[in-house]
């Protein structure tokens, strides 16, 4: 999957080393002239735990005590206790989604090419939203299936090219793959309808839950909570890293017979990471994560409305991510001056993002508190006035 764009004052080293490096440059010249204040203020501001919003850990349990007892404790167990770490952990993952089959691998782009390659075969014809992962694109192609790319979360358009590839003589089956939360543009699908079309059509529905689950409704079951849909969903995939503090992904299954299919050559789960990830859960799915994505969910309203009061361009819907659509031209500089006050950001670029649409996406946690959305939020509106003000005329001489 490509990668973000590392923004320049990462590339260059410290600020400091920065400036001293474009004595003469526009933005240097910004930093220096105390827009920002770039001396101790910021560098005490850089240390602040609140001020971290380029990681994914959408409930803060990376730093949960118990879930770093979990991972310490991990390192001395046993194999049987390992191997039995892994069965638990499916058996928990099961139960949430209200599927009788899960498998766990190493990482949710594993999960999400052995669950597609287990299903699809080169006579299917695949719907993919287009803010679908990469690891989708890319397994379809590999099967040599049909690929349809359709508008992200746009349910006419899965319609339109349902109702048409029902029409045509076809050998193999539809297979409809959305994200629950797009990755670079938080648009929320609309699972409900999407499970009626999927039905109506006969189709298979393979939804990714990488953003949502254990971090979005009120239970923690992501946007199939939200729309009612735990259990009738065909396939669910996704990585469990973004909000179970340790790298993992899991495939789970409507029919046990997919889940029969899955190769046993497949990268397993860490062990260690399977520990992890059951404590991480266990807070997840408890009243402390009520409170958790009460106050996520929170932050994530808070923010969306101080950047809309503002004018920024805020893209999507309300969930742990918020993205900023910023000018291609400033995109760059704009970063550097905000990171130099203290904030990391993620900054996504062409490839990732379309050529003409770069974005800072926000990632919130429920570390996070209104101080410091209220902070990042002045931040973001002062560097936008710095980059989007219309300079004063020069006196006419009469």
């Avoid at 990681?55 to 167990?77: E, F, I, K, N, R």
């Avoid at 839950?209 to 199939?224: I, T």
Wanted: overall charge positive; proline content about 6%; charged content about 20%.
């Amino acid at each position: 999957m490509p990668r973000p764009v590392t923004p320049v004052l990462s590339q260059t080293g410290t600020d400091a080393d920065w400036m001293d490096q474009e004595p003469s440059g526009g933005l240097a010249q910004l930093l220096k002239g105390g827009l920002l204040d770039t001396a101790p203020a910021s560098q005490a501001a850089m240390g602040r735990p609140g001020f971290g919003f380029a990681a994914q850990d959408y409930l803060g349990l990376a730093s949960h005590p118990a879930v770093q007892a979990a991972a310490l404790s991990a390192v001395a167990l046993q194999q049987p206790q390992a191997k039995a770490a892994i069965h638990v952990l499916e058996a928990r993952l099961a139960a949430i989604l209200g599927l009788p089959r899960v498998a766990t691998f190493a990482s949710g782009s594993d999960a999400i090419r052995q669950a597609l390659a287990a299903v699809l075969s080169s006579d299917d014809d695949v719907l993919i939203d287009a803010a679908a992962p990469s690891a989708m694109f890319e397994t379809v192609l590999d099967c040599r299936a049909g690929l349809h790319r359709f508008p992200s979360g746009s349910i006419e358009a899965v319609e339109r090219r349902l109702i048409r590839l029902s029409r045509q003589h076809r050998r193999g089956r539809l297979v409809i793959a959305v994200p629950a939360v797009s990755a670079y543009g938080s648009k929320l699908a609309d699972l409900a309808d999407l499970t009626l079309l999927a039905r109506l059509h006969n189709a298979l529905l393979i939804v990714d839950v990488s953003h949502d689950l254990g971090a979005m409704g009120q239970d923690g079951g992501g946007m199939m909570e939200i729309h009612g849909c735990l259990g009738r969903i065909d396939i669910v995939v996704g990585s469990l890293a973004k909000c179970f503090g340790a790298a993992g992904g899991f495939a789970a299954f409507r029919d046990p017979d997919f889940g029969s299919a899955i190769r046993r050559d497949a990268r397993p789960m860490l062990p260690q990471n399977a520990s992890t990830i059951l404590a991480a859960a266990a807070v997840a799915f408890s009243e402390d994560g009520r409170r958790r994505r009460r106050n996520l969910h929170g932050i994530s309203l808070r923010l969306r409305n101080h950047l809309m009061a503002d004018g920024a361009r805020v893209i999507g819907q309300a969930s742990p991510l918020v993205p900023i659509l910023l000018p291609a031209r400033t995109a760059l500089p704009r970063t550097a001056l905000l990171e130099s006050a203290g904030p990391r950001v993620t900054l996504l670029q062409a490839p990732t993002v379309p050529l003409h649409a770069p974005r800072w996406r926000i990632q919130l946690n429920a570390s996070h508190s209104p101080a410091d959305i209220d902070d990042l939020a002045e931040l973001i509106r002062d560097v936008s006035r710095a980059f989007d003000r219309t300079p004063a005329r020069a006196a006419v001489a009469v």
